[in-house]
């Protein structure tokens, strides 16, 4: 196991230390299978995540982007290497640790939605703060709030089945945001969508995840969505292998 590289900083004099890191990975390794059947989808990746800013992640099929993304949220064991999450190690931390920090600090979003289909919008996006120990109605009032940011006023009853595919991506944004985590990550937020409620949806997320102290990672295909990014990171191979700061970003 690699150990932890909290001394590894931004240079001095480097604009970006001002912004902070958010997200810091060192040596990060994941291989799945074994023998023949084995793919090493991590090959000690190194990365640094800022603060304040919508960093999209781009590679080619089976780079590993959903790969390094579940194991920046906790959801999925690395075999080796650090993630340092607004300065705690998420890699250092036990089972019961870990699940409580993702609870109380990461939000996540799925390409496909993965909303429960016998509850509400309001129900789904609340479902954060019940897990949390909420009361369902104190839950679910704040979920209303936050649906309703999210444009889904006259939508808060309905059911998944009920809604279009923007609507649901908006109910699975606003889950996500209900807990007003410091970290969201979103696995390819637009792919089900088509163009133009892709674009509204990624103009959303910006205005209301985007904040100076929280960070915000896409990984996306859509190279429509690439302007509303501040940065963006190539992967490939298991590596991310170039960052480039969007020539239109908002410092
Ligand atoms: N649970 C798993 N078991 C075995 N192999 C896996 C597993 N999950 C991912 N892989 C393999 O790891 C590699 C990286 O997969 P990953 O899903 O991270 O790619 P990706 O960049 O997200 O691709 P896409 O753009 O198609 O979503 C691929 O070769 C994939 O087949
Ligand atoms: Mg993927």
């Not at 090493?40 to 781009?58: E, I, N, S």
């Not at 609340?126 to 949390?132: E, F, G, K, R, T």
């Not at 429509?224 to 700061?245: C, K, S, W, Y």
């Amino acid at each position: 196991m690699v150990a932890a590289t909290s001394q590894a900083r931004p240079l001095a004099g480097d604009p970006e230390a001002a912004r902070g890191v958010a997200v810091r990975i060192r040596g990060l390794t994941k291989q799945f299978g074994s023998g023949e059947q084995r793919v090493q989808a991590l090959r000690g990746l190194d990365w640094d995540v800022y603060h304040g800013q919508m960093t999209l992640l781009v590679g080619p099929s089976g780079c590993g982007k959903t790969t390094l993304l579940s194991v920046i949220a906790g959801i999925l064991d690395c075999d080796s290497g650090s993630v340092d999450i607004f300065g705690q190690s998420l890699t250092g931390m036990g089972d019961r640790s870990r699940t409580s920090f993702r609870a109380r600090n990461i939000g996540f979003v799925f390409q496909q939605y993965n909303l429960l289909p016998a509850l509400t919008a309001a129900e789904n996006a609340a479902v954060p703060l019940v897990i949390a120990g909420w009361s369902r109605e104190r839950a679910v009032r704040r979920a209303v709030d936050v649906l309703n940011s999210l444009g889904m006023s006259t939508k808060q009853g309905s059911l998944p089945s009920q809604l279009s595919g923007g609507q649901m991506q908006r109910v699975a944004i606003a889950r996500a945001l209900v807990h007003q985590p410091r970290l969201l990550v979103c696995d390819e937020p637009t792919a089900a969508l088509d163009h133009e409620t892709g674009l509204s949806v990624m103009g959303l997320l910006r205005e209301t995840a985007v904040r100076p102290d929280r960070a915000v990672l896409v990984v996306t295909h859509d190279n429509r969505v690439f302007p509303f990014g501040d940065r963006i990171a190539h992967m490939d191979d298991g590596r991310i292998v170039q960052v480039q700061e969007w020539p239109g970003a908002a410092a």
